[in-house]
RNA sequence: GGCGGCAUAGCCAAGUUGGUAAGGCAGAGGCCUGCAAAGCCUUCAUCCCCCGGUUCGAAUCCGGGUGCCGCCUCCA
């Protein structure tokens, strides 16, 4: 079975074939740094990531770039209000932004271009569109005329005709200084409001606008033609469609061949929203101490299509699913003697685990794959069937789903404090000598201080509660 | 007004070339344990928003209806 994804321009899902084989570039819209990212953006960055982990899991070699919006109009405002110089700003959001991929285990794409580090390549590529006849200029502003693109709206399955008369009265076409209030700016001429932010070109004192800057990097790191563009639904239009308006018209070639686009992020099922207060960023749940691979899981464990509700109910049940995992690995660890190797198991589970991903990142399907595996593996550890050998299968496996997920890998490893274990010791002996009122007043201690103590045949057992 | 999506157990969530409802969390009973915890076993939707239809058979197809949501304007 190929690897298949739902295509957002041709609404079906497609068997992936690379352009080059064994070989995936891919383009992913980055973060507008003027801010923390909130747990909205970061689940469209966790599917992206899913989808280059799944990509290499089948053996592809990715080329993943994603762009840092660093110059737009809403920096522009936050600069304008704080007095911050530009760089310093998105600088310091660039850092928090690469932190926050850190802490929820996102791998680095291969290349991360700013938009400012490219304003050459953007006029450049202005200028060919104003040579091939896609643009006009209005009081030095530089606009892409759509009537000489008669594609538009292939993405997004708008009719032109409907989106010049429609809008439900909201385009209010007086604001506009464009000939059609569907064009869209290439270039902005430096207005007052820009303060320090301006470039000076060959088009004149300005600023680019902000679609030019995806048309632009994409194409330089990845070629007039690619593979595959994400980004969020709401980027479908008109970002990506006047993406596509303006790379193909440059070009005369084939932008992108498979466009996928994630869902919305609702919290407690409300939009997230400014006057509701629940915009939350990676750090507010971090600082309320959730654990950030359980925030993975909730962030992940939906179908990227589907609309996702983020709960804190949800978020426990996460760390549940985590700790049945965690304690998964630490009875595989201890295993002891022969046994069976878990051949059978191992390839059942990795062969359904693959095939839900190959099925258009079928995230769901995945999982219940690991937890059938750990359910049929527990059963033969029950009736100490399983071996050394079976073990290191086992936990391989789990080795190899981590690298496509991030959800199965060995927790952290932590210290158990002197104190603790010395309180361990302590109820051992007064096990031996069938104090059991003492015993259980020692494992109530330890649980107020945070350690689950277990009795196993081979011992006693701590471990983080 | 136009375009589009979604509705499956207490919660989350798979499942459409139709064939008799994955998985996780929570809950109940049992085994194990000094007692627990972990694990295992059993149980937890005669039914998939509602009403019709097609079919031997539909959560999956068709028609109608209800509810929620998104886009059409910056937005992951």
Redesign the pocket.
Known sequence: MPIRFFNTLT?TKEAFEPLEEGKVRMYT?G??VYNFA?I??L??FMFEDLLRRHLKYRGHAIHHVMNL?DV???IIRACRETGEPLKSLTAKYVQAFFEDLDTLGIERAEAYPAATDHIAEMVELIKTLREKGHTYDVDGSIYFKLSTFPQYGRL????ME??KT???G??DSDEYETED??D?ALWKAYVEDDGEVYWETELGKGRPG?HIECSCMSMKYLGESFDIHC?????????HENEIAQSEAATGRPFVRYWLH????FVE?R??SKSLGNIYTLRDLVAKGHNPRAIRWALI???YR????F?F??L???Q??L??IR??RI?LAEIKGDGTDLASEVETCERAFGE?LD??L?I??A??AV??F??DV??L??KSEAGVAGAQAALALLDRLDAVTGLFGAPEPEETPQAILDLVMERQQA?RGKD??R??AI?DQLAAEGW?????ADGPRVKRG
Do not use: Y
């Open positions: 609404r819209c973060p507008t909130h909205g953006n689940r469209t919006t737009e109009d809403k997004s399955h708008f009719d409907q989106l429609g809008a439900s909201r385009v209030a569907r869209f902000w980004g969020g639904i709401d980027n479908m239009f008109p970002h994630s869902a919305h992020l099922n939009k997230m464990s939906t179908h589907q609309p996702s509700n709960t109910e949800g426990a049940a996460a549940e699913a700790n049945r304690d998964f009875r839900a099925d258009d079928n769901s399907g999982l219940a937890f059938e750990i359910r527990n059963r550890l029950e096990r059991f009122k015993a259980d494992r689950i103590l277990e009795d196993t």
